[in-house]
């Protein structure tokens, strides 16, 4: 892609703002914000999240201006807000565009929420990304970003690398060409619903790791949860057919490792302060973007529940965040869970 080009960034937050920062290397971004105001803001001081971004990021609150400009988009915005997203973009995009979205979550359509909150959700309720903007839009070539992109580590310039899934060769192709730098490595896969799933699920573990550091305790117990989540993620694959080989890459235990052992994790933070002794209501009042994992951990309890799927380590998270289970309770009854074997699922 020529750097004359411009690439679309949708959603301004902490990611989304790293991406643009990597993409700006390579080529001209538009990024994308509903504020006004912060539109304004990001334009006249070049500045946003606390970096000096470089001078081809030019902000935008116009939709239809982005998609005309852009024929590359990442949409980058929680998974809570996505289907909202791309209802306002839908009228501007076309079969020549192309989405590849950084969003770790999953969706549930507004008139299935009381299903979800009966714990009645079933898997044909539950959407990743990719069929929201596959339901919403007339886009065809999709891909999914994935791995361990901490935010605050990508916009100090650390290196780490991430993953590409799509059926598309050329979305690859391309997402590698813009994202691709010296301290950035892109891997491939056509494994797009493993990818989305690995990076999803992996949010619940985190907060878990969370908790045990709320708890004061060592890395021992943490590798343990790492390693048993990581199971666990695995049989809810199995379960539903699919491809097993993106959790054991850089989308699954790679962003797992990231996501559950870093303070600059929301998932790790949330679970930290729930640890810690604070409420459900009181953390989520106070943090300023919102943890993905605890709407995951709902999901993915519920559907775990139905199709008779073991996880211990998931069901014992679920009371801690929202049935007020004492963490030092949950935490006995996983040491003396009673695992049959280490490994099973090769």
């Known amino acids: 892609m020529e750097k004359s080009q411009q690439v679309g960034i949708i959603g301004a937050g902490s990611f989304g703002t790293a991406i643009a920062q990597l993409i700006s290397e390579n080529a001209n971004v538009l990024l994308f914000a509903r504020n006004r105001s912060l539109v304004e803001k990001i334009n006249a001081s070049h500045k946003h999240h606390g970096i000096q971004l470089n001078k081809n990021i030019i902000a935008t609150s116009d939709p239809e201006?982005?998609?005309?400009?852009?024929?590359?988009?990442?949409?980058?915005?929680?998974?809570v807000s996505f289907r909202a997203m791309m209802k306002s973009f839908s009228p501007y995009l076309h079969p020549y565009h192309i989405l590849i979205h950084g969003t770790k979550g999953f969706d549930v359509r507004e008139?299935?929420?009381?299903?979800?909150?009966?714990?009645?959700?079933?898997?044909?309720?539950v959407h990743t990304m990719s069929n929201v903007i596959e339901q919403e839009s007339s886009?065809?070539?999709?891909?999914?970003?994935?791995g361990p992109n901490l935010s605050s580590e990508i916009m100090a310039g650390q290196p780490t690398a991430t993953l590409i899934?799509?059926?598309?060769?050329?979305?690859?192709?391309?997402?590698?060409k813009v994202l691709k730098g010296q301290r950035f490595q892109?891997?491939?896969?056509?494994?797009?619903?493993?990818?989305?799933?690995?990076?999803?699920?992996?949010?619940?573990?985190?907060?878990?790791?969370?908790?045990?550091?709320?708890?004061?305790?060592?890395?021992?117990?943490?590798?343990?949860?790492?390693?048993?989540?990581?199971v666990e993620m695995i049989y809810f694959a199995k379960a539903f057919n699919i491809d097993k080989s993106a959790f054991l890459g850089t989308?699954?235990?790679g962003d797992l490792i990231a996501t559950a052992t870093s303070e600059d994790s929301r998932n790790f933070t949330f679970g930290k302060r729930l640890g810690q002794g604070q409420s459900l209501e009181e953390i989520m009042e106070t943090m300023p973007e919102l943890a993905e994992g605890v709407r995951t951990l709902?999901?993915?309890?519920?559907?775990?529940?139905?199709?008779?799927?073991?996880?211990?380590?998931?069901?014992?998270?679920?009371?801690?965040?929202?049935?007020?289970?004492?963490?030092?309770?949950?935490?006995?009854?996983?040491?003396?869970?009673?695992?049959?074997?280490?490994?099973?699922?090769?």
């Open 65 to 79: 201006f982005l998609a005309k400009s852009c024929t590359l988009i990442f949409p980058v915005v929680p998974s």
């Open 111 to 125: 008139a299935d929420m009381t299903k979800l909150e009966a714990g009645k959700i079933t898997r044909h309720e």
């Open 139 to 146: 886009v065809v070539r999709i891909g999914c970003l994935s």
């Open 165 to 176: 899934a799509s059926r598309y060769d050329e979305v690859f192709e391309l997402g590698k």
């Open 186 to 230: 892109v891997f491939g896969s056509r494994s797009m619903l493993g990818a989305e799933m690995a990076g999803a699920l992996k949010n619940v573990y985190a907060i878990g790791s969370g908790i045990l550091g709320g708890l004061g305790m060592g890395k021992n117990i943490q590798a343990m949860l790492i390693t048993r989540g990581l």
């Open 251 to 253: 989308a699954g235990i």
């Open 298 to 346: 709902k999901i993915f309890k519920h559907l775990s529940r139905q199709h008779k799927i073991r996880v211990p380590i998931t069901q014992m998270l679920y009371k801690s965040v929202f049935e007020g289970f004492a963490v030092e309770k949950a935490l006995k009854y996983l040491i003396a869970y009673p695992y049959d074997v280490d490994v099973d699922f090769l």
